[in-house]
């Protein structure tokens, strides 16, 4: 599932080749996306100029002149940069084609993803208004998630999993950062203190921006023909590693599932 890093790469990667482009025309060969692409994307979006190419958590916005395409990936979406002469397959959902004859290209085999448009602004549509602060912005403080935290009776990881909170901790980053932190994920969103939320944001941090930067140099063209880019394997410690030693004492890493979802941990390192 392409997460915050993998969009942001994303948008870097398509950026340039779009930015202050012109669109011609879009083609929709299936609307039944998670939420139905709407049927006036086209003339609605004709003869526009991206002025913007913006990401916010895992979402993609255009910005055009009249109001922003917005973009999700859902479980399986990728984007690539083609031209007429590549042939579509049949999971490529969306081409928007632009004046310099480059298209960018919708790929999604699950269709859980979404290309919805708003006239008004980005923020306030229904998707985005409730999304807590950027991860790597200055919004994201320790005080803020201990305030936060206070009287919530909920563990720490379903804590910074939930995008009313903080965006774009995934399941994988989630028990990374919690790993790097040394914070066990059992531990109650209420009973940190503040310097461990410090603790807990620089894991964060140095985890996203690691994978980003390790996206820049993986899936550096967005143009190769060779199919698709393929989402960079992540340099993981526990996420996965159920009885593999843990790498900082060697005790086996321990798998145990909270809100239905894999968690990943040392019993030794993460207290
Ligand atoms: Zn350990």
Redo the contacts with the bound molecule.
């Keep these: 599932m392409p997460e915050l890093p993998e969009v942001e790469t994303t948008r870097r990667g398509i950026e340039p080749h779009i930015i202050r482009q012109k669109i011609n025309t879009v083609h929709i060969r299936n609307h039944r996306l998670r939420w139905p692409v709407p049927v006036h994307l086209p003339n609605t979006v004709q003869s526009q100029t991206v002025n913007q190419v913006l990401r916010r958590g895992k979402y993609l916005i255009l910005t055009l002149q009249t109001g922003s395409i917005i973009i999700h990936l859902g479980m399986s979406g990728s984007l690539r940069i083609t031209t007429a002469q590549q042939p579509a397959d049949k999971h490529d959902h969306i081409d928007f084609c632009f004046e310099n004859k480059k298209i960018l290209r919708l790929h999604d085999p699950r269709k859980f993803g979404c290309v919805l448009w708003t006239a008004h602004p980005v923020e306030q549509h229904r998707l985005l208004s409730h999304l807590g602060p950027e991860p790597l912005s200055d919004a994201l403080t320790a005080d803020y998630l201990y305030r936060l935290s206070r009287k919530r009776k909920i563990t720490i990881k379903a804590f910074i999993m939930n995008s009313h909170n903080v965006v774009g901790i995934g399941n994988i980053y989630a028990n990374e950062a919690l790993f790097k932190a040394g914070i066990n994920p059992k531990r109650q969103a209420d009973n940190m203190s503040l310097q461990a939320y410090q603790r807990l944001i620089e894991a964060i941090q140095q985890i996203l921006s690691a994978a980003i930067k390790q996206g820049g140099t993986t899936l550096r063209d967005f143009t190769a023909e060779d199919g698709r880019p393929g989402y960079f394997a992540q340099q993981l410690k526990v996420y996965g590693k159920t009885g593999v030693a843990?790498p900082?004492?060697g005790?086996p890493v321990k798998k145990i599932t909270q809100q239905q979802r894999s968690t990943f941990y040392?019993t030794?390192?993460q207290q």
Aim: charged share 0%; hydrophobic share 15%; glycine share 0%.
């Design positions: 843990c900082n004492c005790h040392c030794i390192c």
